[in-house]
């Protein structure tokens, strides 16, 4: 039973080791995908109100984004608009969070033009910053679906300019965005640029600049190479922008040493108990080793290999069912919450898509902590068997 207990928590730590982990996996994946790729620059404390998303902190990306490309680091750059806005169909009204992008240029940094799943993405030119100003939108799924829209139906945009006057678009739904990120599907519109700068009153102005780099390793010395470097900007990666995804990870890690503290209490308490049980059943044959030689070390020996087996067994079992459940279940087999996840709003993910990975470093590192754990339990019954006096130990049988 001791070993069994064991073998079930190991597995159920490997099991949810492999569910966060794919979560925060592809939550890592979807915030560069589809909002920060890898660098972000803004201008000068616009990280310090991002919530508000201020449209007075703006900047020229045409002194930027020509370096930027230069450098062979970089794989490709975009500027973009974030901006708060209301979405109304004349009866109802939402919030919403805008982006404008340059089409052609957004689609080599970001993957949203992919996840469109109704209609079209937006027009645009290559050659002309923010050259089309295309009069339509795409819309995530959710958003759409809360105003029973689709393609070709048209809803107001209300949002306040760079100097706090209002604005109202009358745009066509042009596409449906589907990226199965919450915060884009529930939340978010996409418009051109070029309509934003206009109806915006930003002039060439952007909110931020995105690069996206040919090694995502050197993200931290891309950053240090060009800390300073552009007057009234600065520059972030990804990690640092999604903050809170990243305590939400951290978070997971905890729960994780919870689960290892509980196969820690399995261990002593039952393994211990285990122990102590059968030295109290031998209290005989320990006399009789005593009585013949057996060191009071060479007893405790016995009973703490006994323990150790018990450990090893059990965290074999584990690691193998674990092993066996992630490589054929949960890399491949999932449960979906996206459902779930508009009624608990944002909380930390960006997926309701569960899907296991594989996190091979994870299987020696239990398989360790469980052996060394139940060794370490088995020393006070070890100790309590070989305190016996052997003439005590053999009249009482």
């Known amino acids: 039973m001791t070993l069994s207990a064991l073998a079930v928590a190991i597995l159920f730590l490997i099991i949810f080791d492999s569910y966060f982990k794919g979560l925060n996996l592809k939550t890592f994946e979807k915030i560069i995908d589809y909002e920060t790729a890898h660098i972000k620059i803004y201008a000068q404390g616009y990280k310090e109100d991002i919530d508000n998303l201020p449209l007075e902190k703006t900047f020229d990306p045409l002194k930027i984004i020509p370096i930027l490309k230069n450098d062979p680091e970089v794989k490709s750059v975009t500027p973009r608009i974030s901006f708060r806005c209301t979405l109304s169909n004349g009866i109802d009204q939402l919030p919403a969070v805008g982006l404008a992008v340059d089409p052609v240029q957004d689609e080599n940094v970001f993957t949203m033009k992919s996840s469109i799943s109704q209609g ?40 306040r300019t760079k100097y706090s006057t209002f604005q109202a678009l009358d745009l066509k739904i042009k596409g449906i965005i589907k990226s199965d990120d919450y915060t884009i599907d529930a939340n978010s519109i996409l418009i051109t640029l070029a309509l934003a700068q ?22 931290d010395l891309f950053k240090k190479k060009y800390f300073g470097r552009f007057p009234g900007s600065e520059i972030w990666t990804w990690k640092e922008v999604a903050e809170d995804v990243m305590a939400h990870s951290r978070s997971h890690d905890r ?38 030689g057996m060191k009071r070390g060479q007893i405790v020996g016995l009973f703490i290999l006994e323990g150790t087996m018990i450990g090893m067994v ?84």
């Open 198 to 219: 206009k109806a915006l009153d930003l002039g060439k102005g952007v909110t931020e600049v995105d690069v996206r780099l040919k090694d995502p390793e050197r993200i």
């Open 314 to 397: 059990g965290s074999a079992l584990g690691c193998l069912a674990g092993f066996l459940l992630v490589v054929f279940w949960t890399t491949r087999f999932g449960f979906d919450l996206s459902f779930a996840m508009k009624s608990w709003g944002y909380i930390g993910f960006r997926s309701g898509v569960f899907l296991g990975a594989w996190n091979p470093e994870l299987i020696p590192e239990v398989f360790i902590f469980g052996v060394v754990v139940s060794a370490l339990s088995s020393i006070y019954p070890a100790w309590v068997a070989s305190r016996m006096e052997p003439t005590e130990a053999l009249r009482k049988y």
């Open 255 to 292: 729960g994780k040493n919870i689960v290892f503290f509980c196969i820690l209490i399995i261990a002593l308490v039952g393994i211990s108990n285990t122990i102590l049980i059968a030295a109290f059943e031998r209290t005989r044959e320990i006399g009789m080793l005593a009585a013949m």
């Open 120 to 159: 079209e993405y937006l027009m645009g030119s290559s050659t002309e910053l923010g050259a089309s100003t295309e009069e339509a939108m795409a819309i995530g799924a959710d958003l759409a679906q809360d105003f029973n829209a689709g393609i070709g139906d048209t809803l107001t945009v209300l949002a």
